[in-house]
């Protein structure tokens, strides 16, 4: 039976093209891909930098430090586990990963302090400001 009358069947049936798609081969699906300098990723949190305030400008701060404007990051939060779902939506050139429980052996990915702990805690300044430095090597 050729595509265009089996077409025909269907249709005579009011059966809706969606439902009778062959396979996942056989339909072009286009993922468009949100580009991107640097994203940066929290888990959820109550000290969000997804949210305008104080943890979200130190945040703008850091990064401006090393020359990233507001413009070329893309700040979300996740839960932890849907980290490699979240990394395949993006075309990232950079990725700054800011949790204890988010890891990625990605050359590309960095991981440092929440913005909200080093104002707590000066001391993880230092090591945040040398994975910075790292991050804008990558971005040149």
Request: net charge negative; proline share 2%.
């Amino acid at each position: 039976m050729s595509q265009l009358e089996r077409s025909d069947y269907l249709e005579a049936f009011d059966v809706p093209a969606f439902l009778y798609a062959e396979s996942a081969d056989a339909i072009e699906v286009s993922i468009q891909k949100i580009c991107t300098p640097c994203l940066v990723i929290e888990t959820q949190n109550a000290h969000s930098f997804c949210q305008t305030g104080k943890i979200q400008d130190f945040l703008f701060k850091m990064l401006g430090a090393i020359g990233l404007e507001k413009a070329n990051v893309k700040c979300i939060a996740i839960d932890a586990v849907d980290l490699e779902y979240t990394l395949g939506q993006y075309d990232a050139k950079t990725v700054l990963l800011m949790s204890k429980s988010l890891s990625s052996d990605v050359q590309a990915h960095f991981s440092t302090y929440h913005p909200s702990e080093i104002l707590v805690n000066e001391t993880f300044k230092r090591e945040a400001w040398e994975v910075l430095k790292q991050l804008q090597q990558c971005l040149k």
